[in-house]
């Protein structure tokens, strides 16, 4: 058993990493070889003494009926290099010098099936054992062997490709890549022995993994018959077959060839697979397929919603991994209204909420990749106004309200937040405040354990829920001032910059509602920094934000001194000098004529 990685990756529009166990019979081991290069070696000694030596025979040994000719000399020499290499210097990491590449090189080309036998299996050694990379004289007379009518030479030498694929070095992909690998395994995906079939579709999705042969990667022809090796009788060819399409569909180009040759029928079909290592690889297919809107549309055409019914079906796997690839399908596939909205039609709210409560509590190890799975899926589907109603009387709120205080789970705590988010968008913003979200959100910011990459999401929901006053007086209250002084904190310090303006738009709700003075005082100094880099920001949103933010901090006289003896007005005449979009402009110049009035009632009240 072998594993590939696949790399996938986002949701809804990422392809995720996840692995393939590609599954091939181990081939012979040295001894084979050596023992044929020796039969070889003991009939020409027989041929050549007429006789009077009398060959080594076995069962499966050679005999006068399977050498027509005797070997040529070249031939002879090469059998005796490899013989003596093999017998005396090989090790645990063989070197491949350029006689014993010359040797291999002419059993390969040799017309002897049996000569090309031993330099498979010579290969297949060396692809065990080797700990540098292939190159290009090793991997040119590889290749050639998968050319060879012989299913025996097939076997081994796709077997070898497949193991030089796997290695850690990603020159072995680009290499047997440059040597146009995929012209001989395509013609091997029609052979009828399984075993060939195995190794052809396993070294197919062993380089599918790797990025720098994605351009090279030609398997116009090929494509049909790996879909067609599907419905192999073998259930290894099936899987090899499944994780071969699998890391095909990594490749754009490559997702629309699958399209165009009818994978799409195929996969969904699958899925009602008893064989789940299969289901797995075909979910994960058409996972990576949806990330296309073309895609997810002819996906959902298929049948009767098919493809729908199966992966809710599938929710319910007792295959946790296979219970996780479908919450990412599912959220691929939930990226555009009519698949949301048939989604939630067939009933998978009830399916996730049990996926999300039984991953929440379970102490397995991928319960946190499946918590994060299935809430990112949620996500998606709460996106639909239409769907809000359906996801607030499943009673999801007070479980994201939990997985926001969990605080070890960064990814989950970003898909609630986002949930949250949706639904305080649409109308069921009171059900958010009465199942006290609005804590929860504030409690996960303040915590140290949240992971900086969960801070956008946070401060985009607080941000949409602080348009309420009843939300501002809360802010502005909890834990004694705490959440203020954070996001001003955020809003001045975050290394992220949606993070930054969520936050100083946040503060700036806050500054119509009025800051209190403690508070005023404590955070004074941070407010002025965090907008004087805004309003000398290129980004016109923050130019906004900040002269926005200034004209509500300009009614207090506190904040008009502060800002004056940090000479804010010398940014902005600088601001209204350049050239910047009208509404900036016009915001530029309420500002300084703030500041101006401001001036001039000081002067009049100077005696």
Not at 13 to 30: G, L, T
Not at 355 to 368: E, G, L, N, Q
């Amino acid at each position: 058993m072998e594993q590939v990685k696949v790399k996938g990756g986002k949701h809804t529009e990422v392809i995720h990493e996840f692995e393939i166990c590609i599954e091939r019979p181990k081939p012979s081991a040295v001894d084979a070889v050596i023992a044929l290069l020796k039969k070889i070696l003991s009939y020409c000694v027989c041929v050549m003494t007429c006789g009077c030596v009398a060959p080594q025979r076995s069962p499966n040994g050679i005999n006068g009926e399977e050498y027509g000719t005797l070997l040529l000399d070249d031939e002879r020499v090469a059998v005796e290099n490899l013989l003596t290499y093999l017998e005396t210097d090989n090790c645990s990491d063989p070197v491949v010098s350029h006689q014993h590449l010359r040797a291999l090189s002419i059993l390969t080309y040799s017309d002897n099936d049996d000569l090309q036998r031993s330099a498979a299996l010579c290969f297949a050694e060396f692809s065990e054992k080797m700990c540098g990379p292939l190159t290009a004289d090793m991997a040119v007379p590889l290749v050639q062997l998968l050319t060879s009518t012989d299913v025996q030479v097939q076997r081994v030498a796709s077997h070898a490709v497949s193991k030089f694929s796997l290695a850690s070095f990603v020159k072995n992909k680009e290499v047997l890549a440059s040597c146009d690998v995929f012209t001989p395994l395509s013609r091997l995906l029609l052979s009828s022995d399984p075993e060939v079939l195995c190794n052809a579709c396993g070294c197919i999705a062993a380089l599918a993994t790797a990025d720098c042969t994605q351009q090279q990667l030609n398997m116009d022809q090929g494509i049909k018959a790996v879909l067609s090796l599907l419905k192999s009788p073998h259930v290894h060819v099936q899987h090899n077959a499944a994780g071969a399409i699998l890391n095909l569909t990594r490749s754009h180009c490559n997702r629309i060839k699958l399209v165009s040759q009818g994978a799409l029928p195929v996969l969904v079909e699958m899925l009602h697979s008893p064989d789940e290592e299969i289901q797995y690889y075909c979910i994960a297919a058409l996972s990576n397929v949806a990330v296309h809107e073309k895609h997810r549309a002819m996906m959902v055409a298929i049948g009767n919603h098919d493809v729908i019914l199966q992966l809710i079906s599938l929710l319910y796997s007792r295959q946790e991994k296979v219970k996780c690839q479908t919450c990412f399908a599912v959220r691929n596939l939930a990226s555009d209204g009519i698949q949301q909205v048939l989604f939630v039609r067939y009933g998978i709210l009830e399916a996730l909420h049990k996926v999300i409560k039984a991953s929440s509590y379970s102490a397995h190890p991928s319960a946190p990749h499946m918590l994060a799975a299935a809430l990112g899926c949620l996500r998606n589907l709460s996106i639909l106004k239409a769907n809000e109603l359906s996801i607030v009387s499943e009673d999801f709120l007070p479980d994201m309200c939990s997985i926001l205080s969990c605080g070890n789970n960064s990814e989950a705590q970003r898909h609630a937040a986002g949930t949250i988010r949706n639904i305080a968008v649409g109308d069921h913003l009171q059900a958010v405040l009465e199942s006290d979200c609005l804590e929860a959100l504030c409690t996960c910011l303040l915590d140290v354990r949240t992971k900086s990459s969960a801070h956008a999401d946070l401060s985009a929901a607080l941000a949409v829920l602080a348009d309420e006053d009843a939300v501002k007086c809360k802010l502005l209250s909890l834990w004694n001032g705490r959440m203020f002084g954070r996001l001003v904190s955020l809003a001045s310090l975050s290394i992220i910059k949606e993070v930054q303006y969520n936050s100083a738009g946040i503060v700036g709700q806050l500054a119509l509602h009025g800051i209190p003075d403690d508070l005023r005082e404590t955070n004074k100094l941070g407010i002025v920094l965090y907008i004087d880099k805004f309003l000398k920001s290129k980004d016109p949103n923050f130019l906004h934000i900040g002269l926005w933010t200034l004209r509500q901090l300009l009614k207090d006289p506190e904040f008009v001194t502060a800002f004056k003896e940090h000479h804010i007005d010398h940014v902005i005449w600088r601001l209204l000098a350049a050239s910047h979009a009208p509404a900036i402009q016009d915001l530029a110049q309420a500002v300084q004529d703030s500041l101006l009035e401001v001036q001039q009632k000081h002067m009049s009240l100077t005696p």
